[in-house]
């Protein structure tokens, strides 16, 4: 059995965390899983708004997806798991979160360390002249599309679209990170989207305790956790940090 305090106490004797957090985590801050129930993918086919090619293709046409996305994630604030993982990072005992959201809502919850695996979608680029500008709620005014001021080309959320590689800057960051840590924490994500979900299995093949909170089992689960936590994410990170005396417990 796998108790918030015997959690807390893994945490303090290890130190050097490193969280790796997907979609679950966010759902508690409002912001819909794209896989599953509520979903952005219920409604737009990912082959048609999530390609790369597609937003070449017709950038109107993706852009009322990214419009939608970027609405919800504007009016989005942290879930308390966010705040946990804050904690955690104030303590000294959290070195780094990647995650695989582009919400930037770890950054908002005062983590410092953020390394972006598929981008922020709270930055808008442009493809022709690497201008990036922020993400508004007048962005999501402007009709067709938000267009560089600069040349005039369309703006792009700066995420990774399907077809689009990993930020080569996040990659090194990411397996770094993820050698380095004693205690690999993995949250809310199903690990089934690669690249990334290689990042557990090389802090584990490195000798990194696994720690997971996830809703259901996942493929980590039967093949490197140690100790797995079933629950909400925003019930069970602020709980170890109560354990740690770094939230209050209600
Ligand atoms: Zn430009």
Known sequence: METYEKIAGIIKEKGHVVAFTGAGISVDAGIPAFRGGQGLWEKYDPMEYAEISAFHRDPKKVWTMLREMGSVILGAGPSPAHLALGALEEAGLLEAVITQNVDGLHQSAGNT?????????????????????????????????????????????????????????AVIR?????????????????????????????????????????????????????????????????????????????
């Open 113 to 169: 360390n953020v390394i972006e695996y598929h981008g922020n979608h709270l930055r808008l680029l442009c493809e022709h002249c690497s201008r990036t500008s922020p993400f508004t709620e007048e962005s999501t005014k402007i009709l067709p599309f938000p267009r560089c001021e600069r040349c005039g080309e369309p703006l792009k959320p700066d995420v990774v679209f399907f077809g689009e590689p990993i930020p080569t800057g």
């Open 174 to 250: 990411a397996n770094h990170a993820a050698a380095a840590c004693k205690v690999m924490m993995i949250v809310g994500t199903s690990g089934v989207v690669y690249p990334a979900a290689e990042i557990p299995f090389m802090a584990a093949a490195n000798g990194a305790s696994v720690v997971e909170i996830n809703v259901s089992p996942t493929p980590f689960t039967s093949s490197i956790t140690n100790h797995y936590l079933e629950g909400r994410a925003s019930e069970i990170l602020p709980a170890i940090a109560g354990e740690l005396g770094l939230m209050k417990r209600d």
